[in-house]
């Protein structure tokens, strides 16, 4: 429901996508998308917008009186409450965003199930001249992870877009994403478990992964040996042209590295990785797209993910999209 005021309420099975898709996106390249069970309301106003979540999942199992929820299942989350404002300027040149969240993970390990709670909050902001644009964000993670250890985590990135003319964009980022110091399982040699204080490993646990962190999903998809979340810097820079009407090409260059300090590595590079995507439009049902990837991983890489596959991976894929209007109508009221 929505009124002509702004006010909005939406209940039922929905995606989220707040800013840059960074913490809360869609991620619409896994084959099943991001849904949420969520309350939705709030204001859209044409400078200010406020929107509050509240999600609660339980499984139907009649279980320990039917209060343990299921991780497996579609949420990974037993609760969620989530608070996000955002304002523009007049001309929308600059944005600024602020977000609070609140989530209730459960640990059904124990006799009796405990949910640890853990919060985040932080800031996207953007800046977007005539023709060049500047972003940045910076959060905050706190709380208890799912098994009660003490969260002490952070995030910071920034953009710069620079569009020369319509056809042509040039744009260079950095990410930064905090992790631990110290493997939950120890690298080949050890013997046991190593203790963790706090854990210090910035979890992104809704955002958009394969839109920031590299076409091959090295990263906060494909976790490393034994959960381990060693952080990740992620420097990169590109561009896109379009050449003719309907044609798009972008390449981008990534150079990953590990965001602590290790004993047992050489080196804190992780690989480089080229990007290559070109898509067509036909006309406005059909489209078709292309895309090549080449990593070239370190001995870093290697170690953290326990494989002794050649360094040199390559990856290629080819997409066809159409998507046919079926049936529209009008209405038109005579009085």
Same mark, same amino acid.
């Given at each position: 429901?929505?009124?002509?005021?702004?006010?909005?309420?939406?209940?039922?099975?929905?995606?989220?996508?707040?800013?840059?898709?960074?913490?809360?996106?869609?991620?619409?390249?896994?084959?099943?998308?991001?849904?949420?069970?969520?309350?939705?309301?709030?204001?859209?106003?044409?400078?200010?917008?406020?929107?509050?979540?509240?999600?609660?999942?339980?499984?139907?199992?009649?279980?320990?009186?039917?209060?343990?929820?299921?991780?497996?299942?579609?949420?990974?989350?037993?609760?969620?409450?989530?608070? =996000?404002?955002?304002?523009?300027?007049?001309?929308?040149?600059? $944005?600024?965003?602020?977000? !609070? #969240? @609140? &989530?209730?993970?459960?640990?059904?390990?124990?006799?009796?199930?405990?949910?640890?709670?853990?919060?985040?909050?932080?800031?996207?902001?953007?800046?977007?001249?005539?023709? =060049?644009?500047?972003?940045?964000?910076?959060?905050?993670?706190? $709380?208890?992870?799912?098994? !009660? #250890? @003490? &969260?002490?985590?952070?995030?910071?990135?920034?953009?710069?877009?620079?569009?020369?003319?319509?056809?042509?964009?040039?744009?260079?980022?950095?990410?930064?994403?905090?992790?631990?110091?110290?493997?939950?399982?120890?690298?080949?040699?050890?013997?046991?478990?190593?203790?963790?204080?706090?854990?210090?490993?910035?979890?992104?646990?809704?955002?958009?992964?394969?839109?920031?962190?590299?076409?091959?999903?090295?990263?906060?998809?494909?976790?490393?040996?034994?959960?381990?979340?060693?952080?990740?810097?992620?420097?990169?820079?590109?561009?896109?042209?379009?050449?003719?009407?309907?044609?798009?090409?972008?390449?981008?260059?990534?150079?990953?590295?590990?965001?602590?300090?290790?004993?047992?590595?050489?080196?804190?590079?992780?690989?480089?990785?080229?990007?290559?995507?070109?898509?067509?439009?036909?006309?406005?049902?059909?489209?078709?797209?292309?895309?090549?990837?080449?990593?070239?991983?370190?001995?870093?890489?290697?170690?953290?993910?326990?494989?002794?596959?050649?360094?040199?991976?390559?990856?290629?894929?080819?997409?066809?999209?159409?998507?046919?209007?079926?049936?529209?109508?009008?209405?038109?009221?005579?009085?």
């Amino acid at each position: 429901m929505q009124s002509k005021k702004g006010l909005f309420v939406k209940i039922g099975r929905q995606e989220l996508t707040y800013d840059d898709g960074r913490i809360i996106g869609n991620d619409d390249w896994t084959m099943t998308a991001p849904t949420h069970d969520v309350l939705k309301l709030g204001y859209d106003g044409e400078s200010h917008k406020v929107h509050l979540l509240a999600a609660y999942n339980q499984n139907a199992e009649n279980i320990d009186n039917g209060v343990i929820y299921y991780s497996g299942g579609l949420q990974p989350y037993k609760t969620m409450q989530t608070l =996000w404002y955002h304002y523009d300027t007049p001309k929308k040149s600059f $944005g600024i965003s602020l977000l !609070g #969240m @609140n &989530i209730g993970m459960q640990n059904t390990d124990q006799e009796h199930p405990i949910t640890y709670y853990q919060q985040l909050v932080g800031t996207y902001m953007s800046f977007r001249p005539k023709h =060049w644009s500047l972003e940045g964000a910076f959060y905050y993670q706190m $709380g208890k992870e799912e098994h !009660g #250890m @003490n &969260i002490d985590a952070f995030m910071a990135s920034a953009k710069l877009n620079v569009k020369p003319s319509v056809n042509y964009i040039l744009f260079a980022g950095y990410d930064y994403l905090s992790g631990d110091k110290y493997f939950n399982v120890p690298p080949d040699g050890g013997i046991g478990l190593v203790f963790h204080d706090k854990a210090r490993g910035f979890n992104a646990i809704f955002g958009s992964h394969h839109e920031f962190y590299g076409a091959m999903d090295f990263f906060y998809l494909s976790n490393y040996v034994g959960g381990f979340t060693p952080g990740l810097q992620n420097l990169y820079f590109g561009g896109n042209i379009k050449p003719v009407s309907g044609l798009s090409i972008n390449a981008a260059y990534h150079y990953y590295a590990i965001a602590t300090d290790l004993d047992y590595v050489n080196t804190k590079t992780l690989g480089h990785s080229v990007e290559l995507v070109s898509s067509y439009a036909f006309n406005k049902a059909v489209s078709v797209s292309a895309g090549y990837t080449f990593m070239k991983g370190s001995e870093t890489m290697e170690l953290l993910n326990k494989v002794s596959e050649k360094r040199q991976l390559h990856w290629a894929w080819l997409m066809m999209t159409i998507t046919p209007k079926l049936f529209t109508s009008t209405w038109q009221d005579k009085n």
